[in-house]
């Protein structure tokens, strides 16, 4: 059964500190992973990563992917109040019943 | 471009009773997923249309049913509602790039 594990599951920072969400999985036939944010509504979509080792970047958030150990992190840095959600890890798999398995993702809070 | 829109936001009903939630797609995408978020569950796939063809489907129950029109809108219906129906829906569109752009949801409370 395809699978997506996301640690770690709520994390408490101050403002200004450096982050590491971590995402790993078990999917069969892979084809990409991709993060989302989530404040008090929908998910945002925020990288999509299908290529190991090349990091994808926006501001102040960046990810990584590698596919032969099976995980992802996501790194946000000089974090602020306007960071704080929950963050989705999502496993796109070429084959099976699911387009998408989600994590339960990490509750991240920026405190000033 | 108008972003996805789902009706109603909010919805309370009791058990037993019967739902339809609704949601329309970005302009121009063709494919629509459901999906059930619950804080012990997380985020859970429900089932995934295109075209009118309901193309994959989540371990649910057949309680939970839905479909899509020719105008790439779609509805899903919960029947016999029960207490732990009570989640967050969200519907999202996929691009033809493969990105899925999440409508607002709507809560179901089930009392």
């Known amino acids: 059964e395809d699978k997506v594990v996301q640690s770690p599951l709520s994390l408490v920072v101050h403002e200004g500190d450096t982050v590491t969400l971590n995402c790993s999985y078990e999917?069969?036939?892979?084809?990409?992973l991709l993060w989302y944010k989530q404040e008090k509504k929908a998910p945002t979509f925020l990288f999509m990563l299908t290529s190991s080792g090349i990091e994808k970047k926006s501001g102040r958030l960046s990810s990584i992917l590698d596919k032969k150990e099976l995980f992802s992190i996501l790194n946000i840095t000089a974090t602020q109040t306007g960071d704080s959600a929950v963050y989705l890890c999502?496993?796109?798999?070429?084959?099976?019943?699911?387009?998408?398995?989600f994590g339960k993702g990490t509750r991240l809070s920026v405190i000033a | 471009k108008a972003g996805v829109t789902q009706t109603p936001r909010y919805l309370i009903k009791t058990r037993g009773q019967q739902v339809t939630l609704s949601c329309s797609p970005i302009?121009?995408?063709?494919?629509v997923s459901w999906y059930q978020q619950t804080p012990g569950q997380g985020l859970q796939f429900l089932f995934e249309?295109?075209?009118?063809?309901?193309?994959n489907k989540g371990n649910f129950p057949g309680r939970f049913s839905g479909r899509q029109f020719s105008n790439s809108r779609s509805e899903m219906n919960v029947s016999t509602l029960e207490l732990g129906d009570s989640a967050l829906y969200l519907c999202a569109s996929t691009s033809g790039h493969n990105e899925q752009f999440f409508g607002p949801g709507t809560r179901l409370t089930v009392l």
């Open positions: 999502a496993v796109e798999a070429n084959s099976g019943n699911t387009p998408l398995v």
């Open positions: 302009s121009g995408h063709r494919s």
């Open positions: 999917v069969t036939n892979f084809r990409s």
């Open positions: 249309y295109f075209s009118e063809t309901q193309r």
